[in-house]
């Protein structure tokens, strides 16, 4: 079982993080540009297989991907769970986690991913059932946050976010377009976990049950919500924001 990563980008961030994963790389026959030969050189280091391909062939394996010349087979990495997440938060002394509740487009995934390694978030957990998967899409979006961003995918997520609230002490804080209190009025420091909804249905019921408050982003224009990625960014920074202050 293998799976491929498209893209300069996607397979540096792999080489820099998880190089024992790497199995064998396919490149365009004849492309010899600056960014490409300090990876040709780092995988012929590291006794990877590079094998160089005709346009054709290379398009062929990509499936239809945006592959840039460049394609690497990989092990897919271990998914992460429960036990995976008390760890991470055994060694984090104030945690900032993200939440994602429905969240199927794998766009959407990758583009969180992207943001919560810039907004320095230790994990973030998807439920088992109805999130999107860590596909090549994902990674590609995520441009290599899906290698260093831990996924922790949860069997019951009322369930944990219970736990972390009685065993953790983390505040948990959703998001829902209909809450009178604003990010802006917020008080985000501390120990914390960001819920963010699906698209159109916003959380489920039962997650926002389990949430200690809820907020929302006040909207000027004539859209009534924003896609949940630039959503999240909007979030995310605004607690970093208050961190740093």
């Not at 899409?137 to 009322?158: D, M, Q, S, W, Y």
């Amino acid at each position: 079982m293998s799976e491929n990563i498209y893209g300069i980008h996607a397979v540096n961030s792999f080489l820099a993080t998880a190089p024992e994963r790497l199995i064998e790389v396919y490149v365009l026959k004849g492309r010899e540009d600056k960014r490409l030969q300090p990876l040709l050189k780092e995988l012929h280091q590291l006794g990877i297989s590079v094998q160089f391909l005709n346009r054709q062939t290379l398009d062929n394996k990509a499936n239809g991907e945006v592959h840039q010349g460049i394609i690497a087979r990989v092990q897919p990495a271990k998914e992460l769970n429960e036990n995976d997440l008390e760890r991470i938060l055994s060694n984090n002394k104030d945690p900032l986690l993200l939440v994602l509740d429905g969240v199927t487009d794998p766009h959407n995934l990758g583009a969180c991913l992207r943001t919560a390694d810039a907004a320095g978030v230790c994990a973030v957990i998807v439920p088992k059932d109805k999130s999107a998967q860590l596909t090549s899409i994902a990674r590609k979006v995520a441009c290599g946050a899906a290698e260093v961003v831990p996924l922790i995918r949860v069997t019951n997520l009322a369930r944990t976010l219970r736990d972390l609230q009685q065993s953790h002490n983390i505040w948990v804080v959703g998001t829902a377009g209909e809450a009178t209190e604003t990010l802006y009025q917020t008080k985000l420091i501390g120990p914390l976990a960001l819920v963010m909804g699906a698209e159109g249905d916003g959380m489920r019921r039962l997650t926002r049950e389990h949430c200690d408050q809820l907020i929302s982003i006040p909207m000027a224009g004539s859209v009534s919500s924003l896609n949940v990625s630039v959503a999240t960014g909007v979030c995310l920074f605004e607690i970093v924001r208050q961190r740093l202050s």
